[in-house]
C-alpha cells in the first residue's frame, strides 16, 4: 500500500533573521503559531493526520497547543532550538515533547536536514530519522549518492525527504511554491507510484501573511498565506486516492513489521 507522509517542521520563525529582519522571539514565535492553527484547521477538513517535528523551545513557549495538537498529530522532535544544535539536545528536546504531550517521541529531523550523528539518536532513544535529503541544494548539501528510499541501519530507521526518481528534484516546500503546480502535482504522484511512499515537508510560516518581510526573496515569500493553504488542500486531495496518509511513527512501524515478516 502506498504511504503518503505529510509532515510540518514546527519552529521559530528565524528565517527572517537569515536575511536581514530583526525579529524578537516572542514575534517569531507568533508568527509560526499562526501559520500551524491555519495549517492544522485546514488539515483537519480534509481530514489528514501529520507529523509534526517540533523544537522542544517552541513547544515551551506553546504548551497547551502542542499538547492539543498531540491528540491527533504525531510530534517529533525537530532539536532544542532551530538556530543551534548540540548532541545533548537530542535527549533534553525529546524529554521535554514528551513531558508536554504525555506521549512517547520516537522520531527526529535535524533543522535544514543536517546531518546527525546515528549513535547519539541511539543513545537518545530514537526510532527514526528524516534528517536526510537526497537531492542536491548548491551551497546547503550535496546527496545525490546517498538513498531515496527508507533503510535501517542498525536500530534507526532513516525516512529521507521525497524527490523524483531519476532527477532527484526535490519534492520539498520551495518546490511547492515554485514549480508550476500541475507539474508539481505529477511529479508527486509519479513519485509516490515509483517509490510506494512520499515523505513532504513544509514549515508553517509559509502559511501566514509574509509581506511585511520584504527582505525574503520573493522565491520563499510566494504563495502564502490562503493561497498557499489552498494549493496544499489540493495537492492532498489529489493525492488522496492514490495512497493511504500515514504519520512517520505509522509508517516507521509497518515498515518494520514488514522486515521482520
Known sequence: MRQIMFTVDVEEFDTALEYGHSLSINEQ??????????????????????????????????????????????????????????????????????????????????ARMGAVDEADLREAGYRYNSSLHPTFLPGRYNHLKAPRKPFLSGTILHIPASVTPRLRLPLFWLSLKNFPFAIYKNLCLHTLRADGFLNLYVHPWEFTDLSAYAKIPAYVRRYSNQRLLDRVETLLRYLGPHGTFQTMQEFSETFQHTLKA
Open 29 to 110: 514565535l507568533a508568527v509560526s503559531t499562526r501559520g500551524l492553527r491555519l495549517l492544522t484547521d485546514r488539515l483537519a477538513i480534509l481530514p489528514v493526520r501529520a507529523t509534526l517535528f517540533t523544537t522542544a523551545n517552541y513547544a515551551f513557549h506553546e504548551p497547551d497547543l502542542i499538547r492539543k495538537l498531540s491528540a491527533t498529530h504525531e510530534i517529533a522532535s525537530h532539536g532544542f532550538y532551530h538556530t543551534t544544535f548540540e548532541p545533548a539536545d537530542l535527549l533534553k528536546s525529546r524529554r521535554m515533547l514528551e513531558s508536554i504531550t504525555g506521549k512517547p517521541v520516537v522520531g527526529f529531523r535535524r
